[in-house]
């Protein structure tokens, strides 16, 4: 029998907590933008906040606010400083919507 993975089931270019497979992730990163009007979710509707792109994967990250506050914590304010320099994702689950458990993707800090 062949392991799941849900990448293949469900293609995504954006790192998913799902992707991480129950398993915390490093990751070094390369390089920083704002969102643009080509970054959508699965519904179509348009993401915010900063994404990030990293040596190890070509899955791009979009990092909300709680996450975007995380790494500033531990790598500093400027995104500019943040290159080249690794973070930690790990799986958990938070409040979006009416959803209190909702998979979700944070920092280690």
């Given at each position: ?6 990448s ?5 270019k954006y790192l ?17 933008r704002?969102?643009?009007n080509?970054?959508t979710g ?5 993401m ?7 040596k190890?994967?070509?899955?791009e990250?979009?990092s909300g606010?709680?996450?975007?506050k995380?790494?500033q ?5 400027d ?9 930690t994702f790990y799986?958990?689950?938070c ?8 998979p979700?993707i944070?920092?280690?800090?």
């Amino acid at each position: 029998m062949t392991d799941f993975q849900f990448s293949k089931a469900y293609p995504s270019k954006y790192l998913r907590c799902p992707d991480l497979n129950g398993k915390e992730c490093t990751l070094t990163i390369k390089s920083w933008r704002y969102c643009d009007n080509k970054d959508t979710g699965d519904d179509g509707r348009p993401m915010k906040g900063v994404v990030l792109l990293f040596k190890e994967t070509d899955k791009e990250y979009v990092s909300g606010v709680t996450v975007f506050k995380q790494i500033q914590s531990v790598l500093g304010y400027d995104p500019n400083t943040w290159l080249d320099k690794k973070i930690t994702f790990y799986p958990t689950t938070c409040r979006f919507g009416k959803d209190p458990k909702h998979p979700c993707i944070r920092v280690k800090v």
